[in-house]
C-alpha cells in the first residue's frame, strides 16, 4: 500500500527570497498562480518571512493586497506563511496585542497555515502566536530551528516536539534553514519524532550543503508527511530541491506525491525566463547556485553568507572573509548555540565580523548583542557563561521572564502614527513592523493615487525591479 506524500510548494516565499532577494512582483506571481493552483500541492508558502518587507521596500506593493489577490487567484489550495513567532516578521519582539492582530489579519486575508517559528527554540515566544492562530481557525504549524552542536541531540529536538505539541500544534516541522541535516541523521530524528508526537510532520531543508534531495527521501521513508520544495527555475544551491525532481524520484516507490508533470513543466517553463533575467542582471548571482560543504562546518546559511559579504566589502576588508566564517562558531558558542536563523544569524554574524575587524573579541557590541545576552530575545540554548555575560553587558541585570512581558500595548501608539496615510486596518501592522520603510511606501500610495509625479528613481534606488 502506497502512502501519500504531500509537497508545500514555496516558490513564491522562500524559493525567491533564497535565490533573488525576494524580488518578484506580484505581476511575476498572478499570471502562474491558477496552474499553480491546479497542479496539486498539498499547500503553497506564499508569504511571511522576507516578502512583506521586500514588497514595501523594493516593490512598492502592498503586502496585504499581494496576499489578497493571491488567494483570489488559489482558491483550490492552502496557502502558508512563515513567521517569526514573537518577532512576527521583524528583528525584535512586538507587544502581544500586535501579535494577535497580525495573526488574525493574516488569516482574514487568506492565510491557512501559519508556520511559527523562534530564532533559540524557545516555546515561550511561540505561545501568543498559536493561541490566536487556533482561535482565528487558522493551522498552526511549529517548526523547529534545526541546528547541530553538542547539546543539540535527537533527545532535545523530540523533548522540543512535544513542547510544541503541548502548547497547541497542529503540526510540527523540521526547518533545516541552513542545509545541515544529514540523510541518515533525518532518517533518525523522523522516526523519534513520529514515535513519540502523532501529529503532521513536515520536512523543510536546503540545498546549501548539497544533500538536500537524499535527506528528503530519508526523512519520507522515516515516516515524514510532507515535504518543502521550489519549482526549478528558484530551486537548489541556497533554495530547496526542485519540486519536479523530488516528484519523480518517488516513482516505482510505496510513496506518492502525484503532481501533475504537465501543468509542473508549465509552471517551470513559465519562471524560467525570470530567472535569466535576473542572472543577466545579477541580481541572481552564481555565488548562491553552488554546493559548498562547508555550510556543515560553519552552519551558515545563504542569506547569512551574503550579508557577511556585503559587511566585509563595505569595511574594505573582503580579505577577512575567511577569518570571519571561521569566529562565527566561536561567537555562536559564547553567545549560548543559538541555531543561526532570523534575527539570531545576524547577530552572531555581525558580532563575528566586528571582532575581527577590531581585532579584539567583543570590544565593540551592537544593542542587539547585548539584547541576545539580556535575553531579551529569549532563553538560549546554553547558558551564557558570567565570563561572556560580564564582558559584553557588565552587571546589567538579566531577563528571566518571557520578554514580550515587558513591553507595553503597541498599536494605540501606531494607529495615532499612521492616521495621515491609513486606508486599511493592515496599514497599522505594516507601519509597526517596518516604521520608516512602510511611511515610505505610504507617501507613494498616495503619490499614485492623486496623480503625482512620484520619481521610482529616487524611491528605489538601483533595485532592478523584475
Known amino acids: ?122 516555546p515561550r515566544n511561540l505561545e501568543t502566536a498559536v493561541k490566536y492562530c487556533k482561535k482565528e481557525g487558522g493551522h498552526a504549524q511549529l517548526a523547529i530551528s534545526f541546528t547541530l552542536s553538542d547539546f543539540h541531540t535527537e533527545e532535545y529536538f523530540v523533548k522540543l516536539a512535544k513542547q510544541y505539541r503541548d502548547i497547541g ?26 514515535s513519540e508526537v502523532k501529529l503532521p510532520l513536515e520536512v523543510h531543508s536546503h540545498y546549501t550543503s548539497g ?33 519536479e525532481v523530488m516528484n519523480a524520484a518517488f516513482k516505482g516507490t510505496k510513496y506518492e506525491i502525484g503532481l501533475d508533470e504537465v501543468l509542473l513543466k508549465e509552471i517551470a517553463d513559465y519562471f524560467l525566463p525570470i530567472r535569466e533575467k535576473a542572472l543577466k542582471s545579477g541580481l541572481l548571482s552564481t555565488k548562491v547556485l553552488s554546493v559548498d560543504i562547508a555550510t556543515l562546518l560553519y552552519q551558515v546559511p545563504g542569506g547569512m553568507l551574503s550579508n557577511l559579504v556585503s559587511q566585509l566589502k563595505n569595511a574594505n576588508a573582503e580579505d577577512k572573509y575567511r577569518e570571519v566564517l571561521e569566529e562565527i562558531p566561536r561567537v555562536r558558542a559564547d553567545l549560548g548555540y543559538p541555531p543561526l536563523v532570523t534575527p539570531s544569524s545576524q547577530i552572531v554574524g555581525t558580532q563575528a565580523v566586528l571582532n575581527v575587524l577590531m581585532g579584539e573579541r567583543y570590544k565593540m557590541t551592537p544593542k542587539e548583542t547585548k539584547d541576545l545576552v539580556k535575553g531579551m530575545y529569549g532563553r538560549t540554548p546554553v547558558p551564557i557563561s ?51 520603510v512602510a511611511e515610505e511606501y505610504f507617501k507613494f500610495r498616495q503619490a499614485q493615487k492623486y496623480g503625482i509625479d512620484a520619481n521610482l528613481a529616487d524611491v528605489d534606488k538601483g533595485v532592478y525591479p523584475i
Open 169 to 194: 500544534a497542529d503540526s510540527i516541522c523540521i526547518k533545516d534553514m541552513a542545509g545541515l541535516l544529514l540523510p541518515q541523521s533525518a532518517y533518525d530524528l523522523v522516526k523519534a519524532i513520529k
Open 386 to 436: 558570567k565570563e561572556i555575560r560580564k564582558k559584553i553587558i557588565g552587571d546589567e541585570k538579566v531577563v528571566e521572564c518571557r520578554p514580550a512581558d515587558l513591553l507595553e500595548p503597541e498599536l494605540p501608539a501606531a494607529e495615532e502614527a499612521v492616521k495621515a496615510y491609513k486606508e486599511q486596518p493592515e496599514d497599522v501592522l505594516s507601519y509597526v513592523l517596518f516604521p520608516q
Open 1 to 122: 500500500m502506497s502512502k501519500k506524500v504531500k509537497i508545500c510548494d514555496c516558490t513564491l516565499r522562500d524559493g525567491q527570497q533564497s535565490l533573488i532577494a525576494t524580488r518578484l512582483s506580484i505581476k511575476d506571481i498572478l499570471p502562474i498562480v491558477d496552474k499553480m493552483d491546479k497542479v496539486g500541492f498539498g499547500a503553497m508558502e506564499v508569504w511571511g518571512g522576507a516578502t512583506f518587507d521586500s514588497c514595501l521596500r523594493f516593490l512598492h506593493e502592498d503586502p496585504w493586497e499581494r496576499l489578497r489577490l493571491i488567494r483570489k487567484a488559489a482558491p483550490n489550495t492552502k496557502l502558508q506563511m512563515l513567521l517569526r513567532g514573537q518577532n512576527i516578521l521583524g528583528y525584535r519582539h512586538y507587544a502581544d496585542d500586535v501579535v494577535e492582530m497580525f495573526v488574525r489579519k493574516s488569516i482574514e486575508n487568506g492565510i491557512d497555515i501559519i508556520r511559527i517559528f523562534d530564532a533559540l527554540n524557545d
Open 211 to 243: 544533500v538536500a534531495s537524499m535527506t528528503y527521501m530519508k526523512a519520507v521513508e522515516a515516516g515524514a508527511d510532507i515535504i518543502d520544495t521550489d519549482m526549478s527555475p528558484f530551486a537548489m544551491g541556497t533554495s530547496q530541491p526542485a519540486t
